[in-house]
């Protein structure tokens, strides 16, 4: 131990990582009508939030405030059940930071950076060096620690994480261009028409909405923005274009690549599971041999909180009625009856009962599919009871009619749909 510095403290215990978890998540539809985006379930057992945050406590960042805005019970009651084993002894937490009106205006949340000014006090209350803002609504594994790092190494104000994109999807993001040290030297929030990187015309350098500042100098560019009346308090519309365009500021770019957690596909895998298209394909790739995302990596767990429930069931083995799933992902507390499940993922407390048939489909909390029926397609939703012989993603035209069917031709169903259901002719 001879030249230790007992002194010195890990830059991760110097940061306060703040989790933007208020987004509505419109583009989910039915999905969001009781919750927000963040708390809506992924992949069989977790919620959306649960990656950001388990990605701080597996990169050693034990100190987390959740700004909460939109419909924020289930979230809420997500993060005291599931999130509250951290030591405040030791200074670390989880912390619910619901708006409160705390400025003057006495408005809610305007955009992400006044999200983060109208929690200036409690920030000050907290001393950090850094401060590292999330958005609470992506699938992914990232070592922070390697951004904060890098951030430290290179004495940037502003370090953005950013991946590259195919340049037609680039018009949803923040595109940025960086020099030969990565410094940024432009950045534009959704462009419609962005620039391609230079030495590849066909992909773009995308924000993923992941900053780290340095806390005095995030302190000052709030206050400075929250005077400012022709800003609309966003980071990527008004604070980070602002910052690139002074040259007393230095904001640089993290390669996502650099950071990202990889699975055995060695893919650097980032999800946005904004639309119900994308939120379907993200749970059922998990049901590939060698998904994408490894949610089964003990180095890096994603935690969660889930209720006390029995094993998985299967039951019935006989040839007329063999319950049975295939290329699937079965939760706890599921019972399959005499029915086939392929290539979907059920969450917990699902019951299919004998002669159903579930293929390519995503089976939420606590529904019930009847006798003989067929689902396809579709996303079902908590608490459904799908009717005896009723047929689901095989007649795209009937289900526009009973149900909310997506541009890619995914059906969803929610309790409400189906209390709202006219005669069907039902199958077997």
């Not at 405030?65 to 989880?94: C, D, M």
């Not at 990596?297 to 049975?324: C, S």
Request: contains cysteine.
């Amino acid at each position: 131990m001879v030249g230790y510095n007992f002194k010195q403290v890990a830059p991760q215990k110097e940061t306060v990582a703040l989790v933007l978890a208020g987004g509505r998540g419109s583009r989910l539809h039915e999905l969001t009508d009781n919750q927000s985006k963040p708390a809506v379930p992924f992949g069989g057992k977790f919620r959306i939030i649960d990656f950001p945050l388990s990605n701080c406590i597996n990169s050693g960042i034990r100190r987390i405030g959740v700004l909460t805005q939109y419909k924020a019970h289930s979230l809420i009651q997500h993060l005291q059940r599931g999130w509250a084993f951290l030591q405040p002894e030791l200074n670390e937490f989880v912390e619910i930071w619901p708006a409160q009106q705390q400025t003057e205006a006495c408005s809610w949340y305007k955009g992400t950076a006044d999200a983060i000014f109208q929690n200036i006090s409690v920030i000050k209350s907290y001393p950090s060096k850094y401060v590292l803002i999330l958005a609470g609504d992506h699938i992914y594994k990232q070592d922070y620690s390697i951004m904060l790092e890098q951030h430290i190494e290179q004495k940037a104000d502003v370090t953005v994480s950013c991946l590259e994109v195919p340049l037609a999807d680039a018009s949803g993001f923040g595109v940025m261009a960086v020099d030969h040290s990565d410094n940024i030297i432009s950045f534009v929030e959704k462009p419609k028409n962005p620039p391609c990187m230079p030495d590849n015309p066909d992909r773009a350098l995308a924000s993923m909405g992941i900053y780290i500042f340095n806390t005095e100098f995030l302190i000052k560019m709030l206050e400075e923005d929250a005077v400012d009346v022709t800003s609309s308090h966003d980071f990527g519309k008004d604070i980070l274009p602002r910052l690139v365009e002074d040259e007393r500021y230095r904001v640089v770019g993290h390669r996502f690549t650099d950071s990202c957690v990889y699975n055995k596909t060695n893919e650097a895998y980032w999800r946005d599971v904004g639309t119900l298209d994308a939120y379907w394909k993200a749970n059922l790739d998990l049901t590939h041999v060698v998904p994408d995302l490894d949610i089964y990596d003990n180095i890096w767990p994603i935690w969660t909180y889930q209720p006390q429930r029995p094993a998985a069931k299967f039951v019935f083995a006989n040839e007329l009625r063999m319950g049975h799933a295939l290329d699937s992902l079965v939760s706890s507390g599921c019972i399959v009856s005499g029915a086939s499940v392929v290539g979907s993922l059920l969450f917990p407390d699902v019951n299919v009962h004998s002669f159903a048939d579930i293929s390519n489909s995503v089976i939420l909390e606590g529904a019930e599919i009847q006798r003989h029926c067929r689902v396809k397609n579709a996303i079902i939703g908590q608490n459904c009871v799908v009717p005896r012989g009723l047929v689901i993603g095989e007649d795209l035209e009937a289900d526009k009619r009973r149900f909310h069917v997506t541009d890619g031709g995914v059906v969803l169903v929610t309790k409400k749909m189906l209390d709202n259901l006219e005669e069907y002719e039902p199958i077997g």
